[in-house]
């Protein structure tokens, strides 16, 4: 949750909402890392866990991410919730 934290204050300083997400695998290795950047991407869906989620995706070159872990530093919206589900994300741990 500290690299999540991390990437939430990068994200603020950036203007954007003040959100982090990391991705780690069932032996706790960081597939993916990353804030919020819909306003730098000009686009709606950069969600810092959307990002998180295709990252990881492409490291272990499957859509599915069973095994993984997902922190982030706020609940997902359901955008977010939607695609976590989707990708068989095993654990969500959120800050409130």
């Given amino acids: 949750m ?3 934290l991390e990437e939430a204050e990068a994200a603020a300083r950036r203007g954007e909402v003040p959100v982090g997400a990391v991705i780690v695998d069932g032996g706790g290795k960081i597939l993916a ?4 950047r819909v306003l730098e991407l ?3 869906t950069a969600h810092a866990e959307i990002l998180v989620i295709r990252e990881a995706a492409r490291v272990l070159g499957s859509e599915r991410l069973a095994g ?10 359901p955008l977010c919730a939607s695609a976590i589900s ?3 994300i095993e654990r969500l741990y959120y800050g409130a």
């Fill in 2 to 4: 500290d690299i999540a």
């Fill in 33 to 36: 890392r990353s804030g919020n």
């Fill in 42 to 44: 000009q686009d709606p």
């Fill in 68 to 77: 993984c872990c997902l922190h982030v530093t706020l609940e997902p919206c």
């Fill in 86 to 88: 989707m990708a068989r």
